[in-house]
C-alpha cells in the first residue's frame, strides 16, 4: 500500500460535514492515528488537488462494547481512530461523488 493509502482512510460523510464544507470548506476524515497534521495536508493535497489551509486533529478512544443491555460481560471494544477536519482554500472543493 502507498505512503498516501495509509494515512488517509476514508471521508466522514454526514449532514453536519456537509454543512460545514458548503460554509466553512472545512472537510472531515479518517485518517491513521500515526500521521501528523503535515502529513494529512500533503495527501488530502496530492489526492484530491486542493489547496489545504489548515489541519485539526482529534483522537477517539474506542468504546466497550457487550452482548446486550442486560446482559454486562463486556465483549469488545471498537477500534480507537484519529480524525482530521481540514480547512481548504476558499475557492477549491472536494467531491465525494463525483465517481458514482
Known amino acids: 500500500m502507498s ?3 495509509s494515512i ?3 471521508p466522514v460523510i454526514s449532514e453536519k460535514m456537509t454543512k460545514q464544507a458548503e460554509r466553512l470548506h472545512q472537510y472531515a476524515f479518517v485518517v491513521s492515528i500515526k500521521a501528523n ?3 494529512i495536508a500533503k495527501a488530502i493535497e496530492e489526492f484530491y488537488g486542493v489547496r489545504v ?3 485539526n486533529t482529534l483522537r477517539y478512544a ?3 462494547r457487550a452482548r446486550s443491555a442486560r446482559q454486562m460481560p463486556i465483549i469488545g471494544r471498537t477500534s480507537n481512530f484519529k480524525k482530521a477536519i ?3 482554500h476558499k ?3 472536494i467531491d465525494f461523488f463525483s465517481n458514482i
Open 91 to 93: 475557492d477549491d472543493t
Open 8 to 10: 488517509l482512510i476514508r
Open 62 to 64: 474506542g468504546k466497550l
Open 86 to 88: 481540514v480547512t481548504i
Open 37 to 39: 497534521r503535515i502529513e
Open 3 to 5: 505512503k498516501l493509502g
Open 53 to 55: 489551509e489548515s489541519v
